[in-house]
C-alpha cells in the first residue's frame, strides 16, 4: 500500500507537507477508494443516508462571484415558495420517507426570523418525528438561537475557503471570513449538528489553500462535510473559470473519509452535474448521503447556482427512484426510516449516533 495511504489508515492524520503530496502526487486511485470504502463501512455498513432538500428562495442579497443566483445577476429569474408549498414538498417527501428536510435558499430578506420560525414550527407540528436542517446562510447568533427554539436542529454553512485572503478574492467586501467562522461556531454552541465545507477547484484555490480548509475542519469538528467540484457559470464574474475536476475531487472524497472516519460526507449535485456517475463515484469514495430534491419541478432549473445542474426535470418521486436505483447500482443500500437502523448488531463495529443518521 502506499505510503500515505496507509498512515491515513493507521493514524487518520497527516501532517502539512504530507497532505502537499497527496494532492500534488497521483495517488493509486484503487488503493485509495477502497481504504476509504472500508472506513465508511466501519461506522456506516452499505448505508446511505438520504436529506430531502427544498430550494425554497433564489432571491439573494450576497455577491458570491462564483454562484449563479448571486445578487448582481440581472438574468436570473426570481421565485420564492409560499409556505403553504414549502409545507406540501415535506409531506410528500414524508410519503417517499425522507426525515430530514433541508430548507437552502439564497440570503433573502423577505424571510424575517418571524417567518423562519414561523415555517419551522410548521413543519415540525406536521412532522414530529423528522429533523429540521436549514441553509440559509450567515445570520445572527441571536436569529440561529430563535431558530433552535422554534425546532431546527441542523444546519449547513460551508466555510468556502479558511484562507482569508483566498475568500476575498471569491467574495465582495462586504463579506468575511471572519463572520462566517464566527457563524459556524456559535450554531455548534447553541447545539446545532452542523455542517460545514467547501468547493473543489474554486478559482484561484491551491492545495496549500486545501491544507487550511482540512485543518479548519479538524478543528471546527462538523457533523458534515459537504464538498463538490466548483462549476463554472456564465453570470458570473468567473465566467472565464474552468470547472473543477472530478477525479481530483473524488480524491478530496476519500481524503475526507479517512481523516474524518465519523463524518457524515454528501454525495453532492455538483459531481453528479460534472460526470453522468459522479455521485455513485463519490459514493464509492467514501461518501454516505444523497441529498435527492423535493422542490416543485418548476423552480428547480431557477435555483441556478451552476450550470447543467442535474435533477431539474423530474417530479419528487421519479428523483427518489433514480437515486435508489443508483445507490444499489454503486453497492449501497438507502436508509430512510428512523427505525432502520444503520448497522446491524455487532460488537466489532461501532454504531453511529442515532441523532446523526436519522
Ligand atoms: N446561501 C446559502 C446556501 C448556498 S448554496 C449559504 O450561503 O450557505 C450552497 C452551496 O453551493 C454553497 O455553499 C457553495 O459552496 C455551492 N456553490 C455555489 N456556487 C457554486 C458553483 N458555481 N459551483 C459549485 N458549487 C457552488
Redesign the pocket.
Known sequence: MSELIEKLNAAHQLTDDELLRFFAEEQPEDELFAAADAERRKYYGDAVYLRGLIEFTNY?K?N?Y???IRAGNPHAERYRLTDAQILACCVEGYGLGYRTFVL????DPYYTDDKICALISAIAAQHPDCRITL????KSRESYQRYYEAGARRY???H?TADPAHYRMLHPESMSLENRKRCLYDLKEIGYQTGS???IGAPYQTHAHLVQDIRFLQALEPDMIGV??????SE?PFSEMPSGDVRFGLKVIALLRLLFPSALIPATT?FGSLHPRGRELALQAGANVVMPNLSPVRVRKLYD??ENKICVGEEATQCKGCLEQRVKAAGYRIVTSPGDRAVPGSNSLREPAAELTQ
Open positions: 439573494c450576497n458570491c462564483y454562484c449563479g437552502q435558499g439564497g440570503e441553509s440559509i446562510g450567515e449547513l454553512l460551508r468556502e465545507g467547501f468547493m463538490g467540484p466548483y462549476i463554472t457559470h458570473t455538483a447556482l451552476y
